[in-house]
């Protein structure tokens, strides 16, 4: 943003202050996440820069820590990982498959009672999560389903699905209804239709709801603290006791690899959004 | 013209009017029957436990169950002197039957609630009961200990004869029902829960400030750059948004503890001594300053998808019409993104409200909420009641403060990304 040269004084002044409070501003935001990346190759045991890391000695760093969350028997971080991703994969199939339908009835102009089911089918993500957590732990515990999988995965389709119901019906907003019924009028059933017009047409809105439905279970821990036994112990539940007990450099590994992975996510998440703004002909 | 109009048919000859509504029913139910499937599964999985949580909370039931006989001969009672034969007996009745089942530590532990003394005299009553003759049960329950011919404990009894007991309700705000009825305070130095529903409400409210006035400029900046740059400064919006909320609360904890990056720098800078580290961490710093970090971007994103919309010819307007940059931005740009603030003001206040991650670890003692409270009961005293009833004050709060979004913005807005 340059300034033009008859710009005065005072407001040059005022500008370059305002660059300044964005940058800290910028900086307050994303700076503490890169901490983490060069202290995970401590080889000390310290969660601070040593001396040999300031002066970049290379002795000072090693992969110490990812070996420990690889191969350390103290954190189970092998099963937590491998629980996360199956509850994550099973939470966020479930969340899409019951979003995506529901959300089709709720851009339909024909349903009834709009705004009171839309509010209750979004109403998990408005709840605190810890009065969620209170109640998913009664129903779980009288269906008998606390401690397992199965719980889990149901308690985080409800979390999940109010971001698959928003973001499809956002994308169905934008959606011509005239190339369902031409489909219709061409002699194609509404299953056909389905998956051969509408579903491509809002698949980028879908998978990014799935994205959301993802990363919320991925990341879940309120209502997991409540629900899992030792059995189903997830990368969240044996970060928030790490966290508490004693913060040890693996924990650092393992955050440095969430936040590779939500890079990722936020990549594939934000290809998707362009991808659908073009589909759906917004331009900016 | 006649009255009798002529209506209109299909092909099969029925009339319009009724076809086209019945197609419009069919409609309806398609409609209605593809949301049924989640619908259903959050009324059974989610909107009746929420329920459930309401019953427990004002749920009574137990000590009325234990002492059936006792409160319906109670019912005649008017509670000022002792009672009569007629409710020692049932009474005595009840209590031989609780102590066959050995039920009768629950009732004890249920009476000292109400007040404080029960415990031993019932233990003391189920000693002597055993040699009980028959007949005249008020003065043999009476001479096991002088408790039992003072009038308030059987008013104390009498107080637990409803089912239901908003008392969690009246816990929640540091109130109790005394001997009369009269519901009152609990004194001053064990008012805990009041100091956590303010500790929430302050916490929340300076959160969300802090990040309305760090968001509103690089929101502002976002807006107004050209796409290229403005893409790549989202992505510093987006990162921490997509982020693990543990790792960026673990970030928090390595930057903020006292050997930490931000006590190292202050100390390598001169502010402050080496010795004199200050504890920024597990406490209401530490809350403060990661909650607003992590909040952040709610804050951001609705203000962004607001100010994107505002056309900058609006300010050069204003400016050519003779107005001071400051004056164009008050009169003019202010007020356009007044729905943006709106909306990113309540979103952060409702998240921040309900906080229970960070809080429980950046906050130590005197930076928890009353989330954390709330989890204290479900996990470590077991008093679900308690527990519940906490929770559906917190949100009832939240659903007001929700119906005043949807309001103002309406919940279609809520932008995701």
């Known amino acids: 943003m340059a300034l033009p040269k008859h710009t005065e004084l005072h407001y040059r002044i005022w500008h370059y202050f305002y660059l300044f409070i964005c940058g800290s501003v910028f900086f307050f935001l994303i700076a503490p996440l890169f901490v983490i990346f060069p202290l995970s190759f401590n080889a000390e045991e310290f969660l601070s820069f040593s001396d040999g890391m300031k002066s970049l000695d290379p002795d000072a760093f090693s992969l110490r820590w990812y070996k420990d969350m690889v191969y350390g028997t103290k954190n189970p971080w092998g099963l937590a990982a491998k629980n996360s991703f199956i509850i994550a994969i099973f939470a966020t199939i479930g969340s899409v498959l019951l979003g995506t339908v529901a959300a089709l009835g709720l851009s339909s102009r024909h349903m009834p009672y709009k705004g009171i089911v839309m509010a209750v089918l979004i109403s998990p993500m408005i709840v605190p999560l810890i009065i969620s957590g209170v109640a998913i732990f009664f129903f779980m515990a009288k269906a008998g389903l606390a401690a397992t999988h199965t719980g889990i995965v149901l308690a985080h389709i409800i979390l999940g699905t109010p971001f698959v119901v928003i973001t499809v019906t956002a994308t169905l907003s934008g959606f011509d209804h005239s190339v369902t019924r031409a489909a219709a009028s061409l002699g194609s059933n509404p299953v056909n239709t389905f998956m051969k017009i509408t579903l491509p047409l809002i698949l980028p809105g879908v998978i990014s709801g799935g994205l959301f439905a993802f990363v919320t279970s991925f990341d879940e821990v309120v209502v997991v603290l409540f629900l899992a036994g030792l059995e189903n112990t997830t990368i969240p539940i044996q970060m928030w006791t790490g966290l508490r007990e004693q913060l040890s450099p693996t924990i650092l590994a393992v955050a440095t690899c969430l936040i590779i992975l939500s890079t990722l996510i936020l990549v594939t998440a934000e290809l998707l959004r362009r991808r659908s703004e073009r589909l759906r002909g917004i331009n900016r | ?417």
């Open chain 2, 1 to 417: 013209m006649s009255s009798e109009t002529k209506q209109i048919l299909t092909t099969d000859g029925i009339p319009l009017e009724v076809s086209l509504k019945k197609a419009e029913r069919r409609n309806k139910i398609k409609a209605f029957l593809l949301v049924a499937p989640l619908l259903l599964f959050l009324i059974i999985t989610y909107v009746f436990p929420i329920g459930e949580m309401l019953m427990r909370s004002v749920d009574d039931k137990m000590v009325t169950e234990m002492l059936p006989k006792t409160y319906k001969a109670m019912e005649k009672w008017d509670g000022k002197e002792l009672p009569e034969e007629e409710v020692f007996a049932a009474f005595h009745e009840d209590f031989i039957k609780l102590v066959e089942e050995k039920r009768e530590g629950k009732l004890s532990t249920q009476l000292n609630y109400t007040k404080n003394g029960f415990k031993s005299i019932i233990k003391k009553l189920r000693r002597k009961s055993k040699n009980f003759e028959e007949g005249n049960y008020k003065e043999q329950i009476m001479a096991v200990h002088k408790r039992w011919a003072n009038v308030e404990y059987w008013n104390a009894i009498k107080r637990r004869a409803p089912a239901i007991t908003g008392q969690k309700y009246l816990k929640g705000m540091d109130m109790y029902k005394n001997e009369t009825g009269k519901i009152v305070s609990v004194s001053e130095d064990r008012r805990i829960h009041r100091i956590l529903w303010l500790r929430t409400l302050e916490i929340a409210f300076f959160v969300t400030l802090f990040c309305f006035l760090m968001a509103y400029p690089i929101a502002h900046l976002l807006a107004t750059l050209p796409m290229k740059y403005s893409n790549l400064l989202m992505i510093c919006v987006l990162l921490p948004f997509w982020t693990s909320l543990l790792v960026r609360t673990a970030s928090w904890m390595i930057l903020l503890q006292q050997q930490g990056v931000v006590n190292d720098f202050f100390v390598g800078i001169g502010l402050v001594a080496d010795d004199a580290r200050p504890e920024m961490m597990y406490n209401k710093t530490g809350t403060y300053v990661a909650m607003t970090q992590i909040l952040l971007p709610f804050m951001v994103l609705p203000l962004y998808s607001v100010m994107k919309t505002i056309s900058p010819s609006l300010m050069r307007a204003g400016k050519s019409l003779g107005g001071t940059p400051i004056v164009a931005f008050w009169k003019v740009y202010f007020p356009l993104t007044i729905p943006g603030i709106g909306a990113g003001c309540l979103l952060c206040f409702i998240l921040a409200i309900g906080y229970y991650i960070t809080p429980a670890l950046v906050g130590g003692a005197s930076g928890t909420l009353i989330s954390n409270q709330i989890a204290f009961h479900m996990k470590s005293t077991l008093d679900w009641s308690f527990a519940s009833a906490m929770g559906l004050m917190l949100l009832t709060g939240v659903l007001a403060i929700y119906w005043v979004y949807n309001k103002l913005v309406g919940i279609d807005n809520i932008k995701l990304g």
